[in-house]
């Protein structure tokens, strides 16, 4: 057969393109195909995350945490940047291909002819993997919403709720309670749902309530403080940590790409369901340990360049205090799909001191440079381009111009300006200082 020569990058295809839609919310296709396979498997902890922004950060503090004490882990995350196999990892490295490819034909085989989503297909290739692997703990990021996501045919041991914020509204809804629904509907019945954040609105609280789970709340049941830095270095590299939850107070140094409220509840959800004793000495290493690409990450060849996928406002807000600490003149490169595209979405940058360069973005979801345009304050100076690669083609053909470049937007951009700066020669950033 032809799929038994494929290669990942080939299967990757296949299943992107097998189903019509992009997304197709629901839990019957996937729930009869993981029948077939006796999925999902039962022999691990399991943390569910879920929330507007934070997710992959909780994840990767997580992993990271039950690493550090010896457990084996596995854990699903999405999209990726570069390469399919960062989704997947076990004991903190991706999956390699022959275990991908693997996964794949047996899903493929086990679908017959049941339609599946691209997300839907590969949530059940990485619950096969995790079947495979056995590991003792496992840590799934919803991918939307949360109620009728692939992952919540997985029965977690304990659910996270990061953040809620505007994004995905068409599938999640337009109000911040309907959102709530939607994500806090993780929640299982006697078992511990973690709110990571303040403000949820009472609908949250409503579905915790009637769904009968154990609520823990971020400023009530665990606490941390940030040491009071002044606004110019609140993002430096690093900043004092304290947290306090079921055992005694730790302190260590918290790294600016972590957002402190994701770093606390990752703490609190390693107390409470690995049953780890947490210590200053080993969230030091946790930290130390941490790599969240796309979250304000410095390029390894290019250390004035910056990259973050944030998309959505609540996200955009968080950048523009980490934007205000570095050192000007700065530029900053755009990209967006359309569907994020939200009225006054970019307003919270308006203060800033910036120059701007917009690029257009590929495919059918890609927005346009002359669109992102129309949703950007005024009385800014603006250059825009038909793509990230000639954004940042332009930026580093103009010596000592800029003191740093932030590109941002999304994943797909991060991506794109991650995979053109990895070609390039790093003495290009020499030339450029």
């Known amino acids: 057969m032809i799929m038994d020569n494929m290669n990942l990058q080939q299967w990757v295809e296949r299943i992107e393109q097998a189903h019509p839609a992009d997304i197709e919310l629901g839990l019957e296709r996937i729930s009869l195909v993981a029948k077939q396979l006796s999925l999902p498997w039962h022999g691990a902890k399991v943390v569910l995350v879920a929330g507007t922004n934070g997710k992959g950060t909780n994840v990767a503090v997580l992993e990271q945490i039950a690493l550090r004490?010896?457990?084996?882990?596995?854990?699903?995350?999405?999209?990726?940047?570069?390469?399919?196999?960062?989704?997947i990892r076990v004991n903190g490295s991706p999956v390699n291909d022959d275990a991908l490819i693997e996964s794949f034909k047996v899903i493929e085989s086990a679908r017959k002819q049941t339609p599946l989503t691209f997300f839907e297909f590969t949530t059940l290739a990485a619950m096969w993997l995790e079947s495979q692997f056995k590991p003792e703990i496992s840590i799934y990021e919803v991918g939307l919403g949360g109620r009728l996501d692939a992952t919540n045919i997985h029965d977690p041991d304990l659910c996270l709720?990061?953040?809620?914020?505007?994004?995905?509204m068409d599938w999640l809804g337009h109000s911040l309670a309907e959102i709530a629904y939607e994500k806090a509907s993780i929640v299982r019945s006697n078992r511990p749902m973690v709110f990571g954040d303040t403000g949820f609105p009472e609908k949250a609280y409503e579905v915790v309530s009637q769904n009968q789970?154990?609520?823990f709340e971020i400023s009530q049941d665990f606490h941390y403080e940030l040491e009071d830095f002044s606004t110019e270095i609140a993002y430096s590299s690093?900043?004092?940590?304290?947290?306090?939850?079921?055992?005694?107070?730790?302190?260590?140094?918290?790294?600016?790409?972590?957002?402190?409220k994701n770093l606390a509840s990752s703490c609190f959800v390693a107390e409470k369901l690995f049953g780890i004793d947490l210590s200053s000495k080993m969230m030091h290493e946790v930290v130390n340990h941490l790599?969240?690409?796309g979250r304000f990450q410095a390029h390894p060849n290019f250390s004035k360049i910056r990259l973050d996928v944030s998309h959505n406002p609540q996200a955009i807000l968080s950048l523009t205090e980490r934007i205000q600490s570095l050192e000007s003149p700065i530029l900053l490169i755009c990209g967006m799909l359309q569907d994020k595209l939200q009225q006054g979405f970019l307003d919270g940058m308006s203060h800033l001191n910036v120059e701007w360069a917009l690029a257009d973005l590929p495919g059918k979801r890609g927005a346009l440079a002359r669109q992102l345009e129309g949703y950007l304050p005024q009385n800014h100076q603006v250059s825009t381009f038909s793509s990230i690669e000639n954004a940042l083609a332009w930026a580093l053909e103009i010596p000592q111009k800029y003191a740093n470049i932030v590109v941002f937007g999304s994943f797909v951009t991060v991506?794109?300006?991650?995979?053109y700066l990895n070609s390039l020669n790093p003495q290009v950033e020499k030339a450029s200082i």
Do not use: M, W
Not at 72 to 87: A, I
Not at 247 to 253: C, L, N, P, T
Not at 415 to 419: D, I, K, P, R, S
């Open 69 to 87: 004490n010896h457990f084996n882990t596995f854990s699903y995350t999405s999209p990726h940047v570069l390469n399919f196999n960062e989704r």
């Open 161 to 168: 709720v990061t953040s809620l914020g505007f994004d995905h």
């Open 213 to 215: 789970g154990k609520l």
């Open 238 to 260: 690093q900043r004092l940590f304290s947290y306090q939850g079921l055992s005694e107070k730790i302190q260590f140094d918290c790294p600016s790409f972590v957002h402190p």
């Open 291 to 293: 790599f969240l690409p």
């Open 415 to 419: 991506a794109l300006a991650t995979a």
